[in-house]
């Protein structure tokens, strides 16, 4: 997602319109997670738009539309592969990842049904698989039939850390609904191909403070506990030569920049020197506007 209210300030400036937050957002972050074409395939102008925003550098990940992946699972949907492609053909250049999001039903049973797929779809792209199924995380034989596959069909595999949003008491309703929504899966950090994705759920900064201010008697590790392991891990991958995807979320995204930001300085301080990563910063938050009313005394 690139478009968020909260963002006004730090991402896009006061005064941008609705309309040109996407080019705004592509002159601090490099990449994006397209979520809307799961649920729609966009309109071609909408993607035309989508292209003339970003530069030639700006990377999008872009869902499967359910309606492959959930809904005909991934099975006699040739028209669809080929309608959607051709709308997103603009893009192609500018597309990172095109992610296949799994639903929690797709078992190790359907593993040659994914296999066939990844023979379907275009050649020549980066996919990514993202599987929510328990037994593609239980370390036994359907996992390394997974992971063997996608290495060898040379597709990464997308790594969801869900640990910090859950880590959280329902303490709110955006907790709430992001403990509703979002998928609890150990985290196996594997790279099965160049491009690994890691979609980190944190928490909003601050959250810690405001449940030690309630008297919350046994406080859960912060964003930065949980993040420690992917300092390593993300610095490991850089060094081998992968160019991974870091995605950062909040329960209401209302400050996922600002996290993003944090997490991604303290990986570039941890390998500043062996790799040089870009400097990236939001904008300075200019304070409120005040009016100033001449009046006259009597």
Not at 5 to 13: I, K, N
Not at 159 to 173: G, W
Request: proline share 7%; glycine share 4%; hydrophobic share 40%.
């Amino acid at each position: 997602m690139w478009s968020h209210q909260s963002w006004q300030e730090s991402v896009y400036g006061r005064e941008t319109k609705q309309a040109e937050r996407l080019a705004r957002y592509a002159t601090i972050f490099n990449t994006v997670e397209g979520n809307t074409s799961f649920y729609a395939t966009p309109a071609p102008q909408t993607v035309l738009n989508w292209h003339s925003a970003t530069p030639d550098d700006f990377r999008f990940t872009f869902k499967l539309p359910q309606s492959i992946t959930h809904q005909k699972q991934l099975q006699d949907c040739n028209q669809e592969l080929s309608d959607f492609f051709r709308i997103m053909a603009p893009l192609i250049d500018k597309t990172g990842i095109w992610k296949i999001q799994l639903p929690a039903h797709f078992g190790p049973e359907q593993l040659p049904v994914l296999a066939r797929f990844l023979d379907q779809v275009p050649q020549g792209l980066t996919y990514g698989v993202e599987v929510r199924h328990l037994a593609f995380f239980a370390k036994g034989d359907a996992e390394r039939a997974l992971n063997r596959l996608l290495i060898d069909k040379k597709v990464n595999r997308i790594i969801m850390d869900s640990r910090p949003v859950f880590a959280l008491p329902p303490c709110n309703e955006a907790i709430i609904d992001a403990h509703k929504k979002k998928p609890r899966v150990p985290v196996h950090p594997i790279a099965t191909a160049n491009n690994p994705v890691v979609r980190f759920i944190g928490q909003a900064d601050g959250t810690i403070t405001q449940l030690t201010q309630q008297g919350t008697a046994a406080l859960p590790k912060d964003n930065d506990a949980f993040f420690t392991h992917w300092l390593a891990q993300l610095s490991q991958w850089l060094e081998e030569g992968r160019e991974p995807y870091l995605f950062i979320h909040t329960p209401d995204n209302q400050t996922a920049p600002e996290l993003a930001i944090r997490l991604y300085q303290k990986l570039h301080n941890q390998i500043a020197d062996r790799i040089q990563l870009a400097d990236i910063k939001l904008l300075e938050k200019k304070p409120p506007e005040t009016s100033t009313q001449m009046g006259l005394n009597w």
